[in-house]
T-cell receptor
Framework: GENVEQHPSTLSVQEGDSAVIKCTYS??????FPWYKQELGKRPQLIID?????GEKKDQRIAVTLNKTAKHFSLHITETQPEDSAVYFC????????????FGAGTRLFVKA | NAGVTQTPKFQVLKTGQSMTLQCAQD?????MSWYRQDPGMGLRLIHY???????DQGEVPNGYNVSRSTTEDFPLRLLSAAPSQTSVYFC????????????FGPGTRLTVL
């Protein structure tokens, strides 16, 4: 079935360093790849997304890249700050008679001050 | 505009009991979905709906029923609760299916004893 794999499961960086989280997906027909941030005890919230006709998208310190041939996409956070500490989820939308959004297992990011 | 609301926030059930988790949105969104979140497993899709009167199964539908009689409401029913259903449940909605931001409710923390 459809699957999204996410790595690493935990990531610890020093404040100011960059963080990279990688995801792979199984369905080559997937066309939408969002990233969600979830702070402790809160609901997931979209931070950036990318569509299959775009290779890269940037929003201030956050960027996402997509390689459709390899079926993987990555989240890049530059100049990390303590408030970036959270769990990050990648996801991919598949069409199976209706769109399903399948999430990766999440990456817990710690930014040390 | 309240966004996506869920009730209750917390619930404790005994094995075999049934209950309904409520979800409502006031954004006139066409697409609604239910996820469960377990430690280390990300968000897993239970059921989703692309509009009033239309529902379909996600990744982990067993033990759960849904209905969508109105655009606004999408309740999730646990037929006979089991300890394996202990989890945090999130409802989400988006303007349209596929390729659109999902807005999550605050979640319901369910414990089945």
């Amino acid at each position: 079935g459809e699957n999204v794999e996410q790595h690493p499961s935990t990531l610890s960086v020093q404040e100011g360093d960059s963080a990279v989280i990688k995801c792979t997906y199984s369905d080559s027909a997937s066309n939408y790849f969002p990233w969600y941030k979830q702070e402790l005890g809160k609901r997931p919230q979209l931070i950036i997304d990318i569509r299959s006709n775009v290779g890269e998208k940037k929003d201030q310190r956050i960027a996402v890249t997509l390689n459709k041939t390899a079926k993987h996409f990555s989240l890049h956070i530059t100049e990390t700050q303590p408030e970036d500490s959270a769990v990050y989820f990648c996801a991919a939308s598949f069409w199976t008679g209706g769109f399903k959004t399948i999430f990766g297992a999440g990456t817990r990011l710690f930014v040390k001050a | 505009n309240a966004g996506v609301t869920q009730t209750p926030k917390f619930q404790v059930l005994k094995t075999g009991q049934s209950m309904t988790l409520q979800c409502a949105q006031d954004m006139n969104h066409e697409y609604m979905s239910w996820y469960r979140q377990d430690p280390g497993m990300g968000l897993r899709l239970i059921h989703y709906s692309v509009g009033a009167g239309i529902t379909d199964q996600g990744e982990v539908p067993n033990g759960y029923n849904v209905s969508r009689s109105t655009t606004e409401d999408f309740p999730l029913r646990l037929l006979s609760a089991a300890p394996s259903q202990t989890s945090v449940y999130f409802c989400a909605s988006s303007y349209r299916q596929g390729g659109d931001t999902q807005y999550f409710g605050p979640g319901t923390r369910l414990t089945v004893l």
